[in-house]
């Protein structure tokens, strides 16, 4: 059984038979020269023909040969003779690093590169050929066969383009009801070039029926061998999860590619007075601000405060301690960056950070080609949805862990309130810093804003609950419950079938052959980590002394005296 199974061309192994089966030469020469390598001994192709392939030792006294020709009708090559005995000296056999081409290397690494990121770097690689194949190659050369590598397991850059128009429809076809745009244009060459593309799986278009009407729209360059702007609109799902909606890739971020793009999700999410969209397109609106922690703070607090009355003391102090930037928040508009004076409902949503998310996962598929790029978004929404969809089914409470987690937390806080009842359903709360709030259970209001805001139990309505009897959970919003949560991935994602078959037609834009949008090489060598955003403040760590374990020097300039004991020491060790 095992040696029939071995005679299958499919087989990746290095074993050497006569009877078995390679895909064409080259899979037969390369399949020799990983056999040759693995056993460290050198062969050179004695006849090297369309149909047939002769490879023997490169000693002339060795009896080592191994003789293959075409089978008729097919591509296929199967191998007639083969003598496998050396008698060969070590000599003769210590050239067999002369094997290792780049295509070889390439192939005997491309399993490193499969659903992996992005793989061992070259250095990387030269190490792993030097401790598994005691092969010792060149920077350069390691580079060339981890670019053949990287495009045999997920596809040459160049080509994959014009593998979207059949993806997609290979895609819509398991997923009925899914949206997929291409945009194309003729370059400067004549030849169709790849502009803009655009998915949104119908599961998420569906699920998105049952969120708060907050979309989140980000986009991140793509470090591949063509550049481009990966483009994502998310939401958040009723346990304050990254719900992804839509997708887009653009050869350039630039206004006709955001233009396009918002086009095409108006298709998936018609527009509706209740539709929030939520950008850092206008996140300058910090750029003053990032050299005072105290300032960015206080803006920070005045973007979230619920009440103008709160809003107008915070920005009050912003203008103190900063007019500059006082001037430049009023210049932008206060609707566009605070709660306190936004039209409509933004619920908790006041940055972009669950597109920043979203993001962060797909930081390695950003090396991909562009289809690898499609199937890892799609099988990352693959995983998410099945492992959210079981999640949500076995809860048994009506507020998700997270709503769950905040509503308690405002109880908490709020159990020592002071409640007077006024009306029906209506009461004055007095919190611990004696200040008074109205809250109306019957319309889910409070003074304070926070309840209608965030159509969750602030900490004065959850005291007034208590006080009538009423069970908090009734109180949140019905978007913000486990039934809700269930309904959002009810939908299921399909995998696209026969990927490895993938290939264009004729019938296909371009005639099949789509070309990679023209990109000139920015001078340089490419950034690996992206810039922070305006408004994004990188954590810093401070430095400890190695000697008295104390913060803010050195061990050259310390100072202090030294821990009277190892205990004293690890006492005194301040894990931050």
Known sequence: FLRRALKDADYEGDDVFVGRLYKDKEDCTTKLAIHAIRRKFHFICATSRPTVVAAVCVSDTCPWRVYATKLEDSERFEVRTAILHHTCSVDARGDFHKMASTAVIGKLMRTKYMGVGRGPRPNELRKILRQEFSLNVSYWKAWRAREIAMDNAMGSAMGSYALIQPYFKLLVEVNPGSLVYLETAPGSDGVERFKFLFFALSACIKGFEFMRKVIVIDGTHLRGRYGGCLIAASAQDANFQVFPIAFG??????????????????????????????????????????????????VSSAARAYRLSDFNKLFGEIRVMNPTCADYLTGIGFK?????????????????????????VLTMARDYPVISILETIRTTLVTWFALRREAARVEDNILPPKVNE???????????????KIGDGQYKVHDDADSAFVV????????????????????????????????????????HTVPHLRACYAEMIMPVPDMENLAPSPSDVGGGNLAPPFMRRPPGRPRRRRLFSRGEFRGTTR????????????????????????????FELDWE
């Open 249 to 298: 890739i653009v050869n350039s971020e630039n206004d006709e590619a955001w233009t396009w793009f918002m086009e095409k999700l108006s298709e998936a999410i018609p527009d509706d007075p209740d539709l929030v969209i939520v950008s850092d397109r206008h996140s300058s609106i910090y750029s003053s601000i990032r050299k005072s922690e105290a300032l960015s703070c206080l």
């Open 336 to 360: 566009h960056w605070t709660r306190s004076h936004f039209v409509g409902e933004r619920y908790n949503v006041m940055t972009s950070n669950i597109a920043e998310s979203l993001n962060n």
């Open 406 to 420: 905040m509503v308690i937390d405002n109880y908490e806080a709020g159990s020592g309130f002071m409640v007077m």
């Open 440 to 479: 109306h259970l019957w319309e889910r209001t409070c003074t304070c804003c926070e309840f209608q805001m965030l159509t969750i139990p602030s900490t004065h309505a959850i005291a007034a609950a208590i006080r009538e009897g009423v069970r908090v959970d009734t109180l949140v919003g019905v978007s």
């Open 543 to 570: 430095r400890r002394c190695t000697r008295c374990r104390t913060l803010g020097h050195n061990r050259a300039t310390c100072r202090g005296p030294f821990p009277v004991t190892f205990f004293e020491m690890l």
